[in-house]
């Protein structure tokens, strides 16, 4: 199936999350677009701080104050047929919201450990999701929980539903969180960081896991993660943040091979193993990203940039656009007005 | 000239019940038999899952948890050697100086009340040497060493990045020019772009100072860059070891092959020929019998729940696994093929 063929589950345009705080604003996000097709993992990196997790909190409805959306559009596909959703068009604890949170949208978080409810038998925390979503009557929650449990690759779930969460291990309880997840049948499912902290070889096994689910329940994820290793492995799509905004967005191949963007061309430079990479000294990025109460003119990347362009990069933020038939990016290099100052300069 | 260091036979058992008259009844088995040797000026990646022993095997060395068996040899000079196993507290005192311990989180590993200056100046202020203004000097020369600007000497932690409170540490484990650093998963907190630069002011001390490094890991792609020697460890045995390249490109080891199948690589090109392997660690107070890891491998025979493997020499590594033992390879067949059976699976 090409891309064109797929159905996008979850549209985000132009998202924006501010924290009003004492000692100034944080633009946490500052216009993130994107979109998730069915059978599609698209991931999205960057480094700590970018706004990876905030962003995905938007589109669940978990920006708490003084955290807020400010602006942008979440448009939510539940199928083909059915008309799109604007999730921000009502309040994020209004019943519809609730009714698709931990439903048709769910998420995985990244400390499973506190996402897990202690005092809680791990089986009833899944019967609590299917109660709200689904009409199962009792015995028919029972059967469908333990056949999540044995379906993300817990033995014995008919025993292990009465336990709690204390008494596995991090990785089977990273498992029970996607069966959790996954209870509803989600048409969207949004990974933040699920596998780290893990070990390669329980990751691989929680990876393999929700690919097998992806493809059988045809649904979209959005896996956020630093990691760029378990991203060329694992996504379709990657897009790249840098303080609070997408830079480059390309299917996972172009983005390795023919990164675009300043910014995805040093971080891959950076990154031990891949084939951009030295291999005595490594080549790094000067510099360190700006704090979350800096202000950054223009282009965010333009104090770390080798290509800055002065007088332009430093003024104006470049738009996030199409740069060639594969990507788009936002950066200078590529927009009119770039080509107008280099010819300008000349 | 003689081994920086020589491990030999480290145990560190843990217990886990205790009886009415505190003696321990069962126990917690983190490190079993371990085996290796370090020269100065070499880098030894420390690798395997969690909980398999890496960070006790060096704690252990440095002497902050005591062995229950085995023998650790120092010899900070090239001459004189100290079994740092035998030593108490205050003999061990004079010898502290010559090994540091670099930690995984920068966060916690420093005091926020302390200045830049002080926090960097405690190892030497410990030691007694040197006045208040000789103190001041070394920092802002150990500072400008790691890549951080003296001027901000009198900074506290919560003032510097990530990485520039790596640095810090950094240069305090420097203070007192040690032979031997245990980075113990140094830069896996730190995000790739500011990795990179640590891995890069790491590798260039190394050179300068002839320092040699444990350098604890779980990145596979980090270990093999950083390292010159890798072993590595399962369920508290070291399993396999040897150098870098060896180890992590023609491995000999089930356990090593299976962890170099599935980690996953920052190139979209590679392809993947085996499935993760399937289980978890064992739990260390209850080991498998044999060869530690024979519930999970995927080659595994009858021999392997009976007997421990025992080190074997071969292609240059040494190896823990029947499968290379000569009164015990003939249970695998000649023709046979471990690639290929892990892919059938
Ligand atoms: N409650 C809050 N108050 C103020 N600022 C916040 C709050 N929560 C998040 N932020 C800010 O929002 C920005 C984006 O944070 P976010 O958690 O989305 O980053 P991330 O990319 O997920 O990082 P990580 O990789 O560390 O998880 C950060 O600068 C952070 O400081
Ligand atoms: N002080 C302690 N008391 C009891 N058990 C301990 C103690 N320290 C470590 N252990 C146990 O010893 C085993 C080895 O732990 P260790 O921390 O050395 O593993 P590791 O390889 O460093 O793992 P990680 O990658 O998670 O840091 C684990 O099972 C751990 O629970
Ligand atoms: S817009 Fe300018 S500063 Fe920003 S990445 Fe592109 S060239 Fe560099
Ligand atoms: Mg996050
Ligand atoms: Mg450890």
């Known amino acids: ?346 | 000239m003689k081994p920086l260091l020589n491990v030999e036979n480290l145990s560190v058992w843990f217990p886990k019940k205790v009886s009415f008259f505190g003696k321990p009844l069962t126990w917690i088995k983190a490190v079993n038999g371990v085996t290796f040797q370090l020269k100065a000026g070499e880098t030894l990646g420390l690798v395997g899952e969690s909980g398999s022993g890496k960070s006790t095997t060096g704690y252990a060395i440095m002497r902050a948890l005591n062995p229950r068996e085995g023998k650790i040899e120092f010899c900070p000079d090239g001459d004189t050697v100290y079994d740092l196993a035998s030593m108490d507290q205050k003999e061990l005192r004079p010898i502290r100086k010559h090994f540091q311990l670099i930690f995984q989180d920068p966060f916690s590993s420093l005091n926020p009340r302390m200045t830049v200056r002080d926090l960097i100046a405690e190892p030497l202020k410990v030691s007694g040497q040197g006045t208040h203004k000789e103190h001041t000097e070394r920092v802002k020369e150990l500072m400008a060493e790691v890549g951080l600007n003296p001027a901000f000497l009198n900074r506290y932690p919560h003032a510097f990045s990530g990485g520039q409170r790596q640095r810090i540490v950094i240069a305090r484990a420097l203070t007192l020019n040690p032979k031997l650093i245990i980075c113990d998963e140094a830069v896996s907190a730190l995000d790739v772009s500011v990795q990179a630069q640590i891995l890069n002011l790491l590798m260039e001390l190394k050179e300068k100072h002839n320092l040699a490094y444990i350098f604890i890991g779980h990145d596979l792609e980090v270990v093999r860059h950083i390292a010159d020697r890798v072993a590595v460890m399962y369920a508290g045995r070291l399993v396999e070891d040897g150098s870098a390249e060896d180890v992590l490109t023609h491995s000999l080891h089930p356990y090593t092959q299976s962890l170099l199948a599935t980690a996953p690589r920052p190139d979209p090109h590679f392809v993947y020929e085996n499935k993760p392997l399937s289980g978890e660690v064992p739990n260390p107070a209850a080991l498998p019998s044999g060869c530690v890891f024979h519930p999970r491998c995927p080659v595994a025979k009858d021999c392997c729940s009976e007997k421990v493997p025992q080190h074997t020499q071969l292609d240059g590594k040494s190896v823990r696994c029947l499968m290379h033992e000569e009164d015990s390879k003939h249970n695998w067949d000649e023709s046979f093929s471990l690639a290929e059976t892990i892919q059938d699976d």
């Open chain 1, 1 to 346: 199936m090409t891309e064109k063929d797929r159905h996008v589950v979850l549209e985000i345009k132009d998202i924006a999350v501010d924290y009003k705080t004492d000692h100034g604003t944080v633009h946490a996000v500052r216009g993130v677009t994107y979109k998730v097709h069915a059978d599609e993992m698209l991931a999205i990196v960057g480094e700590s701080g970018c706004g990876k997790s905030q962003s995905s909190y938007a589109t669940m409805g978990l920006i708490q104050a003084p955290g807020e959306v400010v602006r942008g559009e979440i448009l939510f596909h539940e199928d083909e047929s059915s008309a799109p959703f604007n999730l921000l068009s009502v309040d994020k604890n209004s019943p519809e919201m609730r009714s698709i949170r931990g439903g048709k949208l769910s998420m995985i978080f990244q400390e499973p450990m506190t996402a897990l409810s202690p005092v809680h038998k791990i089986g009833k925390q899944i019967d609590e999701a299917l109660k709200i979503h689904t009409d199962l009557d009792k015995a028919g929650r029972f059967k469908r929980a333990c056949e999540m449990l044995t379906l993300v690759g817990i033995p014995d779930a008919e025993k292990r539903y009465h336990q709690y969460s204390f008494e596995f291990s991090g990785g089977m309880r990273q498992r029970i969180m996607i069966a959790i997840a996954l209870c509803c049948n989600p048409k969207l499912l949004i990974a933040d960081e699920p596998t780290t902290g893990l070990d390669v070889t329980i990751q691989a096994q929680i990876l393999d896991l929700i690919q097998d689910l992806k493809k059988k329940f045809n649904m979209g994820v959005i896996f956020i993660t630093h990691d760029l290793a378990v991203v060329a492995q694992n996504a379709d799509r990657v897009a790249v943040m840098y303080l609070g905004r997408i830079v480059e967005e390309a299917d996972k191949v172009t983005l390795f091979d023919e990164p675009q963007h300043p910014y995805t061309q040093a971080l891959l430079r950076s990154v031990i193993g891949s084939p951009l990479a030295s291999d005595g000294k490594l080549k790094t990025i000067e510099g360190s990203v700006p704090g979350p109460y800096d202000v950054v003119e223009g282009c965010a990347f333009h104090p770390r940039c080798e290509h800055c362009m002065h007088g332009l990069c430093d003024k104006k933020m470049p738009d996030f656009e199409q740069v060639n038939d594969k990507t788009k990016a936002a950066c200078h290099l590529f927009t009119e007005e770039g080509k107008h100052h280099k010819e300008s300069q000349a």
